[in-house]
């Protein structure tokens, strides 16, 4: 594989990562990323972006300058304001990322993007993946091995032949998971608490079961899982230092395939956005998010889901909340998806919806439902979720986003969810009240004559008209909208007539004044106390 370059590196994170300076220019060669400990003498280490963990920024000049003398292509600074004269005093690139930005979130980006191949037991087998690890490490151990994730659940194990396994072994693997228990949650406990491997006894009384070695899989202090052998008294001599070593390769492998997956979730959501703005090749990026084909052989349908923190969060709170709210929302999406694409933006999350067999939109109510309810639980705020229309392929999913944003407009507390089908005359409304609003010939008429009237005389025949449309022109059930006589209903409207010069014999001046009365000046035909 080719050398991943710094310019190849910045087309691929994107945002998230600025450039400042780069004195060699873009070609330079990036090898791999380093988090920066103030306790270690920095290595030799030609190509590697320094990533300047526990360091100001405005402090950052002794690390660029130690970064060059080290061999390497770059420092990345926490802020805006790096050493950026240093920088290319010393020959190194200058980078940064936002200040509230995770360091360990940075170096899964970076690491993934620059591909950097992890060094481990000597074996190049033990590079594969987990499974190929967890076989080398039971070969040097002399044990079967076992790796598991924070949750105990069992991500990859040995199939050495000739080795000793127990009852727990065997039912831990038939469901991937180790089985719950007091006596198991204490050993946890112990093996989290140490630092190096620890030799833990067997659990219950079986004749067969037998004790372990175990060692915790750290990265930068972040407990990635641990690694778990049987010990039937045949170990190597020097096992415990080979299972550190095994425990420090897993740690590369779990940290690049996190990496590998917060890469992809990062350049799905960027691909998201330039499809809801119109701006990405529908077919490429259909083949890129796994769409597939349709039911007719075409494109396959998709719909578009948003989501937005109702209005009780504070100021302060919103950027961060709605970060929040992002990963609830692709979380819920990916669970029932796999693959997907979401993406903030301009405070909306929006999440593409595959719909092939999907029918009336049940199963996407019922998932932005679940979202709305646990975000409600989770982030202790209100948020309201809007449905566009379904649409035929990715070519027109600028048409179901905007669907979306309009049902986001018109949600309110007694209804946070809805899919455009349900609130189509209230979009449909809002749609005419901003077209007429911007067109001096639509929004001129006789209703502006009625509203100058109302206000100079104290009358309220702009209501009475609304009441009566409303109503479908019934006399009666006007004057219930408006709780008077019917025969005060019919004076005004006499005297509206009159007085106004209203045709209201004629349906298009009929359909036109309600339209305005309704839409530009917000009047509706609801009961009120009094006339």
């Known amino acids: 594989m080719d050398a991943c370059t710094l310019g190849d590196l910045l087309d691929v994170v994107g945002g998230p990562v600025r450039l400042h300076t780069a004195p060699h220019g873009l070609t330079v060669p990036v090898t791999e990323a380093l988090l920066h400990d103030a306790h270690t003498p920095l290595p030799n280490a030609p190509g590697a972006l320094l990533l300047a963990v526990g360091v100001r920024a405005s402090a ?177 001599p020097d096992a415990e230092a080979a299972l550190a070593q095994g425990a420090s390769t897993a740690a590369m492998l779990l940290l690049r395939a996190r990496a590998a997956q917060e890469l992809a979730r990062h350049q799905n959501g960027d691909l998201l956005r330039r499809l809801l703005d119109g701006t990405a090749d529908p077919a490429a990026a259909a083949h890129r998010l796994g769409l597939g084909i349709g039911p007719d052989g075409g494109p396959a349908p998709v719909r578009v889901a948003a989501f937005v923190l109702g209005p009780a969060v504070s100021a302060a709170d919103v950027e961060q909340t709605a970060l929040r709210l992002l990963d609830l929302v692709r979380l819920q999406c990916e669970a029932r998806y796999g693959r997907h694409a979401c993406v903030l933006a301009d405070g909306v999350v929006y999440a593409l919806l595959p719909a092939v067999g999907e029918r009336g939109g049940s199963r996407h109510k019922q998932l932005v439902e679940d979202v709305v309810r646990r975000a409600g639980q989770a982030l202790r705020v209100p948020v309201r979720a809007g449905l566009g229309e379904v649409v035929p392929g990715l070519a027109e999913v600028t048409a179901s986003r905007d669907d979306a944003d309009l049902v986001l407009r018109v949600l309110g507390p007694e209804l946070p969810v809805a899919s455009v089908e349900e609130v189509r005359p209230r979009v449909t409304l809002l749609r005419l009240t901003e077209v007429l609003a911007e067109s001096r010939e639509l929004s001129a008429g006789a209703w502006r004559t009625v509203l100058a009237y109302d206000a100079e005389h104290g009358t309220d025949y702009a209501r009475t008209l609304v009441c009566w449309l409303d109503a479908g022109c019934d006399m009666a059930g006007a004057a219930r909208l408006l709780a008077v006589h019917p025969n005060t209903c019919r004076y005004r409207l006499r005297q509206a007539r009159q007085q106004l010069g209203i045709d209201l014999d004629d349906p298009d001046e009929r359909l036109v004044l309600w339209l305005q009365l309704r839409a530009l000046a917000g009047l509706r035909g609801t009961p009120t106390a009094s006339s």
């Open 60 to 236: 950052a000049a002794p690390l660029a300058r130690a970064a060059a003398r080290a061999g390497m292509s770059g420092l990345v600074v926490r802020g805006p304001d790096g050493p950026l004269a240093e920088a290319e005093a010393a020959g190194v690139a200058l980078l940064s990322v936002d200040e509230d930005a995770a360091w360990h979130h940075v170096h899964l980006l970076l690491a993934s993007a620059i591909g950097a191949v992890p060094s481990g037991l000597g074996s190049g087998a033990a590079l594969g993946d987990l499974f190929a690890l967890a076989d080398a490490v039971a070969a040097a151990v002399g044990g079967a091995t076992a790796i598991e994730d924070p949750r105990q659940r069992i991500l990859a194990y040995s199939t050495v032949p000739g080795q000793s396994v127990d009852e727990d072994r065997r039912q831990g693997i038939l469901g991937l998971q180790v089985p719950t228990s007091s006596e198991n949650s204490e050993q946890y406990r112990v093996l989290f608490a140490a630092g190096g491997p620890v030799r833990l006894p067997a659990l219950g009384t079986g004749a067969d079961l037998l004790p372990r070695l175990a060692v915790a899989v750290r990265a930068g202090g972040e407990t990635l899982g641990s690694l778990w052998v049987v010990d039937d008294g045949n170990l190597a």
